[in-house]
């Protein structure tokens, strides 16, 4: 089946500092999302992707999903505490249910 | 609030027990998943229904679970004779024409 590669597994940085995380994938996606989870929560959607190419922005964070469609990155600039969390890729394929498949997280520490 | 609702948000049982979880997704959206998400790790899919019809199941849902939306709107995930390793975290999501959002999860604890 597919998988999703996502680097860092975690980050260990200074307020202020800006943060890259990525997902890469053996085949190509419709749909790239980024997702925060916070202990105990449930996956909060950050942004969501769906053309190849495409660059979309919230707030401090950007996106990108991949010309090839087999990967996405995500940056937050400017990190401050509240930052702290797991962030998720997830790529959804049409012909294959709809589905997301998710990365492995990457684990955010943010120090004061 | 009308984001995705899951209840109950915690369930302790025993082995051998039945356990059922309901989701309540948001109102226009036809495409409702669930989930499992064990420590440490991303979401694992379960099942997908597109309004009432579940479409897709995945390997991991043995003849243990069960999972049913009857009129399109809330959906239901059964598990029956629970067992240590179903302990986990159950997802619901819903989505209309975008990205899928999730509710907060029921954290099943099996002892």
């Known amino acids: 089946g597919q998988q999703l590669n996502q680097s860092p597994q975690s980050m260990f940085i200074q307020e202020g500092e800006d943060v890259s995380m990525n997902c890469t994938s053996s085949s190509i996606f419709n749909t790239w999302l980024w997702y925060k989870q916070d202990p105990g929560e449930g996956p909060v959607l950050l942004i969501a992707l769906y053309k190849a190419g495409e660059l979309t922005s919230n707030g401090r964070l950007t996106a990108q999903f991949g010309i090839t469609r087999k990967d996405s990155f995500l940056n937050i600039s400017a990190s401050i505490p509240s930052d702290v969390g797991i962030y998720f890729c997830?790529?959804?394929?049409?012909?294959?249910?709809?589905?997301?498949?998710f990365g492995g997280g990457t684990r955010l520490m943010v120090k004061p | 609030d009308t984001g995705v609702s899951q209840d109950p948000r915690h369930k302790i049982t025993k082995r051998g027990q039945n356990v059922t979880f309901r989701c309540d997704p948001i109102s226009e959206h036809n495409r409702l998943y669930w989930y499992r998400q064990t420590l440490g790790q991303g979401p694992e899919f379960l099942t997908y229904f597109q309004n009432e019809a579940q479409l897709e199941k995945s390997r991991l849902l043995s003849d243990r679970f069960s999972a049913e939306r009857p009129k399109g709107s809330f959906s239901t995930l059964e598990i029956q004779r629970t067992e240590q390793g179903d302990s986990a975290m159950y997802l619901c999501?819903?989505?209309?024409?975008?990205?899928?959002?999730f509710g907060q999860g029921t954290r099943l604890t099996v002892v």
């Open positions: 999501a819903s989505s209309g024409q975008g990205g899928a959002f």
């Open positions: 997830a790529g959804q394929l049409y012909n294959a249910g709809n589905m997301l498949t």
